[in-house]
């Protein structure tokens, strides 16, 4: 079974610096989906940055960007220029890319919070 | 983007009643859809998978005849709490798939029902 770790369960950033959120992940697949979801208070999950494993490069949006380590089953979260409403919690999640399979596998979160 | 709506947001019940959580893709259709389970601070679990027109597949522990899926039609699903008791309280979240988009794309989530029961 596909198990997804988030090691930090607390972090905190001052506003405008960067921080970099972890997550490691065990599957036995070669071809899958990661990704990282924030979750503010509303509680209403938002898709942040996706990163599909056949690809080197690693996903960029905006202030957001990622390192995948495929071989270290790694994939951490960089937050550049952090910003008040970054502040949430943090999922790192997995699914496989197989045909009809589309469930996710989070991890326990990582709560974000900014400094002003 | 696709919207998922998730309703009612939140609900207070007695203990012993039943309670229905409507998912309801807006403006796509979605043969596959998904529910969630989320304690305070913890992550979400999944519950299910809720297919259109047939039988929904429940992970391992979930008890099927206590949280009744039922996903009638290519734009609904529905998820039944029965019989709650105040351990149901939690967060449930649903999301769905676009089934005219290819297989990498995201899911879209609805808003969360907040459940409590007295």
């Known amino acids: 079974a596909q198990t997804v770790t988030q090691s930090q369960p607390e972090m905190s950033v001052q506003e405008a610096e960067t921080v970099t959120l972890s997550c490691t992940y065990d599957?036995?697949?070669?071809?899958?989906?990661l990704f990282w979801y924030k979750q503010p208070p509303s509680r209403q999950m938002i898709l942040v940055i996706r990163?599909?494993?056949?690809?080197?490069q690693n996903a960029t949006e905006n202030r957001f960007s990622v390192n995948f380590q495929k071989a270290a089953k790694s994939f951490s979260l960089k937050i550049s220029d952090s910003q008040l409403g970054d502040a949430a919690m943090y999922f790192c999640a997995y699914r496989y890319s197989g045909a009809g399979s589309y469930q996710l596998t989070f991890g326990k979160g990582t709560k974000l919070s900014v400094i002003p | 983007g696709a919207v998922v709506s998730q309703h009612p947001s939140w609900v207070i019940c007695k203990s012993g009643t039943s309670v229905k959580i409507e998912c309801r893709s807006l403006?796509?259709?979605?043969?596959?859809m998904f529910w969630y389970r989320q304690f305070p601070k913890q992550s979400l679990m999944l519950m299910a998978t809720s297919n259109e027109g047939s039988k929904a597949t429940y992970e391992q522990g979930v008890e099927k005849d206590k949280f009744l899926i039922n996903h009638a039609s290519l734009t609904l699903s529905t998820l039944t709490v029965t019989s709650a008791h105040p351990e149901d309280s939690s967060f449930y979240i649903c999301?769905?798939?676009?089934?005219?988009?290819?297989?990498?794309?995201?899911?879209?989530f609805g808003s969360g029902t907040q459940l409590s029961v007295l």
């Open positions: 990163q599909e494993a056949y690809k080197q």
């Open positions: 599957t036995s697949e070669s071809d899958y989906y």
């Open positions: 999301s769905a798939r676009d089934t005219g988009q290819a297989t990498n794309e995201k899911l879209f």
């Open positions: 403006d796509f259709q979605a043969t596959t």
